[in-house]
């Protein structure tokens, strides 16, 4: 068990990465929009793009920043995992999307904060609005956790 309280502390911003329109590749936004308010955490929507928010980031000068994302983990659907940028492959990239490892690396020079991915397996990455249920029941709980500030988190993957 990783306990997110041990991992977090100080200024801590939650950026959500994903497309609302791509089922449950939603499951960043979601989550940022359902923390919206919570007095523990800054959010920041980040849509599908990481990379374009770093500055955005930088500026709220956070001690740790969660990127929240659905990631393949080969977990089981809804499953939530806190990753360290060294635990994601090092990816490729495009000239038009960076790796979230780079990009979570870079965030982690420029800001100096603790940068750890919080993903959650997604069960259907497809044209739908709507989430799965497992990875909404995931939001669900995190929601509890971060208004509770009992930041606990089990890690599946």
Same mark, same amino acid.
């Given at each position: 068990?990783?306990?997110? =309280?041990?991992?977090?502390?100080?200024?801590? @911003?939650?950026?959500?990465?994903? *497309?609302?329109?791509?089922?449950?590749?939603? #499951?960043?936004?979601?989550?940022?929009?359902?923390?919206?308010?919570?007095? =523990? &955490?800054?959010?920041?929507? *980040?849509?599908?793009?990481?990379?374009? #928010?770093?500055?955005?980031?930088?500026?709220?000068?956070?001690?740790?920043?969660?990127?929240?994302?659905?990631?393949?983990?080969?977990? =089981?659907?809804?499953?939530?995992?806190?990753?360290?940028?060294?635990?994601?492959? @090092?990816? &490729?990239?495009?000239?038009? +999307?960076?790796?979230?490892?780079?990009?979570?690396?870079?965030?982690?020079?420029?800001?100096?904060?603790?940068?750890?991915?919080?993903?959650?397996?997604?069960? +259907?990455?497809?044209?739908?609005?709507?989430? =799965?249920?497992?990875?909404?029941?995931?939001?669900?709980?995190?929601?509890?956790? #971060? +208004?509770?500030?009992?930041?606990?988190?089990?890690?599946?993957?």
């Amino acid at each position: 068990m990783n306990a997110l =309280s041990d991992r977090i502390a100080g200024n801590v @911003l939650v950026a959500g990465v994903g *497309c609302p329109g791509r089922g449950d590749d939603g #499951f960043g936004p979601a989550l940022v929009h359902r923390l919206a308010g919570v007095a =523990s &955490v800054k959010t920041l929507d *980040c849509g599908d793009r990481l990379e374009d #928010f770093t500055a955005d980031i930088a500026e709220q000068h956070p001690d740790t920043v969660l990127v929240a994302d659905a990631v393949d983990m080969g977990a =089981s659907p809804g499953d939530v995992a806190l990753l360290e940028a060294e635990d994601l492959p @090092l990816g &490729v990239g495009d000239t038009h +999307r960076a790796p979230l490892r780079a990009v979570m690396e870079y965030l982690r020079e420029r800001t100096g904060a603790t940068v750890l991915l919080l993903g959650v397996q997604p069960a +259907r990455i497809t044209n739908a609005q709507t989430l =799965s249920p497992q990875v909404a029941s995931s939001i669900d709980l995190l929601e509890t956790v #971060f +208004r509770g500030g009992h930041l606990a988190v089990e890690r599946e993957a």
